[in-house]
């Protein structure tokens, strides 16, 4: 089945860029998606990126997506603590399987040092 | 445009009684979905419907689990005779249905004593 994986952690000093970090199993993923949650709060949606294309940038945030290996990444410039918060990566599948269901990484808890 | 929500916030409940949480999508949104995050875990899909058809629910549980989006009113999810391991957070979301993007509510705290 479909799996998304980040890793656990991301530590950094405030004013440093952030690159967080996903990769995905499906090649059929038509959108792939960056969220993030604030303690005991829901999910905002960051950004998203269609898999035809290789990057978007939106202010602060750039997503590069490697299709061909299956990575994706978020990269926040000059972070600030506001930025401190859990990301999450995941991927929808494709128009023609109709699965609408978001497959969700465990999410990166980026903790930023003033 | 109000966003996605979701009543009660928080639910407490005894084991063995009933959870009923409620999500009301985005207007003009007519498909919703289900999600649960178990603590210190990404969120795992549970069930997507649309206005009074279940669509896809291949990650709710077989037994005690139901959900339901009816002609008028909210989507309810609805949880039978709880146990400690139903104790999460439940987060819906909505979309237009023309593309893929949902929107999340801010979820409702289940803690089942």
């Known amino acids: 089945g479909e799996d998304v994986e980040q890793s656990l952690f991301l530590s950094v000093r405030e004013g440093d860029s952030s690159v967080i970090n996903c990769t995905y199993t499906?090649?059929?993923?038509?959108?792939l998606y960056w969220y993030k949650q604030e303690p005991g709060a829901g999910l905002q949606l960051l950004t998203y990126i269609f898999s035809n294309m290789d990057m978007k940038q939106d202010q602060r945030l750039t997503v590069l997506l490697n299709k061909k290996d299956k990575h994706l990444s978020l990269r926040i410039a000059d972070t600030q603590t506001g930025d401190s918060a859990i990301y999450f990566c995941?991927?929808?599948?494709?128009?023609?399987?109709?699965?609408?269901?978001?497959?969700f990484g465990s999410g990166t808890r980026l903790q930023v040092q003033p | 445009n109000a966003g996605v929500m979701q009543n009660p916030r928080h639910l407490v409940r005894r084991r063995g009684q009933e959870a009923r949480l409620r999500c009301s999508p985005m207007?003009?949104?007519?498909?919703v979905y289900w999600y649960r995050q178990l603590p210190e875990e990404g969120l795992k899909f549970m069930v997507y419907?649309?206005?009074?058809?279940?669509?896809?629910e291949s990650g709710m549980p077989k037994e005690r689990f139901s959900a339901e989006f009816p002609k008028e009113g909210p989507s309810i999810l609805r949880i039978q005779q709880v146990v400690r391991g139903d104790s999460a957070a439940y987060f819906c979301?909505?979309?237009?249905?023309?593309?893929?993007?949902?929107?999340f509510g801010p979820g409702t705290r289940l803690t089942v004593l």
């Open positions: 207007k003009g949104h007519s498909h």
């Open positions: 419907l649309q206005k009074e058809n279940i669509i896809d």
């Open positions: 995941a991927e929808s599948g494709s128009m023609d399987t109709g699965r609408r269901a978001l497959t």
């Open positions: 499906d090649s059929s993923s038509t959108y």
């Open positions: 979301a909505s979309s237009p249905g023309q593309t893929d993007t949902q929107y």
